[in-house]
């Protein structure tokens, strides 16, 4: 028998590294809804049709489709198969796809229970997602995000306050060196109206979205093959090494896109944003202006975003941006939104790399019994209820196994604290506690006990 294993790009998470995630998620969570958002769930699995065309011609070869249940083979179609229209069979042998973000499957979400929202809604939502990307660091077929959402208002304010929660999150989770880079999807139609190729403005931005990844020459080789012109990609090439304050870039990507109806107004929208930033203050990220920065998914129409840490290389740990007509694609139209996604396997990575995960995380039990023998075990159990009534993590060790062996398992389990009941324990109706991590003794009674547990910062 083959020894069991996972597919590749998923995890299995232990009880440590449980904990952890779970400080990710409880820190996010905690910031949402300090800003008024509320939480939903939608369905690992929607319909194909809801997601399929939506990501661009990259991310819809991305997602992981689900065969029909049944016998599938006998319901496909085969006319499609012989004439190798691999979109057509596939359809007719799934009609079910995995999520593969949560932002499509909240926009269908808004239509089909528009009338149950009150507009502007604002959501939150942590779960999975996945994606058949080639598995690698920092990146995973499975994993979570945990997006924060606003529909019904097309207002900058909120495009402000996504920042301020982007760094009020990360500040809370420790990171201290960051940047948020913004651009504007409206400046980039610009670009490429200017350039005389504004029916090519995916291509380019898919293409100029890889900077960071290929440099300038891998870029400007995509764009020949995605049969941008020569004359193009010379006015595109100074977009592509601006440097410099968000003001020298802004008046350097001005100068190119100001003739442009659409450029001009993406550069009002980011300067009205930059303004009110710098008024209002962040705590640690940088907000800088990157006229490079696309993000590849066909939905955006306003306002992008990434997050990176500084000095971590794992790529961007946050994204996302204003989208002004998605609902539209599922007969809602006119309904513009903007959210924000946190991808929390990847900032788990950055914390981990940085060491910035809290070290009370490391016990989640404060106090262990150890087991002397079934009076002393009875004993104990009367105290853990009390203890446990007043919050205070604790359990008994179920048998009476050597001593050592007992205090191995707190080791291990990183509990602080190990409690000896025994014959004069019993008698004096007290308890003697270890400290397992200075050796020092001490005894209470279980009055004291509690009170020493709610006093103290574990």
């Not at 550069?267 to 202006?289: D, R």
């Not at 060790?397 to 205090?407: A, E, S």
């Amino acid at each position: 028998m083959s020894k069991p294993s996972i597919p590749k790009g998923t995890r299995d998470f232990l009880p440590h590294e449980m904990r952890r995630r779970n400080y990710i998620f409880d820190t996010i969570k905690s910031v949402f809804q300090k800003y008024g958002y509320l939480p939903i769930e939608t369905p690992t699995m929607e319909k194909t049709q809801t997601l399929m065309g939506k990501y661009g011609e990259e991310g819809d070869r991305l997602i992981f489709r689900v065969l029909n249940s049944g016998d599938f083979i006998k319901k496909s179609d085969d006319s499609a198969f012989t004439e190798g229209n691999n979109v057509r069979f596939a359809n007719s042998v799934s009609e079910k796809a995995l999520r593969y973000d949560l932002t499509v499957p909240f926009a269908r979400f808004v239509v089909q229970n528009q009338n149950e929202l009150s507009f502007p809604f604002k959501r939150y939502q942590i779960q999975p997602v996945w994606r058949a990307d080639r598995p690698q660091r920092g990146r995973y077929r499975e994993f979570y995000q945990c997006d924060v959402d606003v529909v019904g208002s097309d207002s900058l304010l909120y495009e402000v306050e996504l920042i301020q929660i982007f760094d009020e999150v990360l500040t809370g989770l420790k990171l201290d060196d960051f940047t948020i880079k913004i651009n504007n999807r409206k400046i980039l139609s610009g670009l490429a109206e200017v350039v005389g190729e504004a029916d090519k403005l995916i291509p380019i931005t898919v293409a100029i979205d890889k900077l960071d990844k290929i440099g300038e020459e891998g870029v400007v080789k995509e764009l020949r093959e995605r049969e941008v012109s020569e004359s193009a990609i010379e006015k595109l090439k100074p977009l592509l090494t601006i440097k410099g304050s968000n003001k020298e870039v802004l008046e350097a990507v001005i100068s190119i896109v100001s003739s442009s109806e659409i450029g001009a107004k993406g550069i009002e929208e980011l300067t009205s944003v930059l303004g009110m930033i710098e008024k209002l203050g962040l705590s640690n990220a940088k907000l800088e202006f990157d006229p490079s920065l696309a993000r590849g998914l066909n939905y955006y129409t306003g306002a992008i975003f990434e997050v990176k840490a500084n000095n971590v290389n794992i790529g961007s740990i946050c994204g996302g941006g204003r989208y002004d007509d998605l609902t539209g694609i599922f007969g809602m139209k006119d309904l513009s939104g903007v959210g924000v996604s946190f991808g929390a396997d990847r900032i788990y990575d950055v914390l981990e790399e940085l060491k910035l995960f809290p070290t009370e995380l490391e016990a989640s039990t404060q106090l262990m019994f150890a087991n002397f023998g079934e009076e002393e075990a009875f004993q104990s159990a009367i105290w853990l209820k009390m203890l446990r009534d007043n919050g205070i993590a604790s359990e008994l060790y179920p048998d009476g196994h050597k001593l050592k062996k007992q205090m191995n398992y707190a080791n291990n389990k990183n509990i602080p604290f190990v409690a000896l009941v025994g014959e004069d324990e019993m008698k004096n109706q007290e308890i003697l506690v270890k400290n397992m991590e200075t050796g020092e003794q001490n005894t209470y009674s279980i009055v004291e006990l509690i009170k020493f547990f709610n006093q103290s910062d574990f």
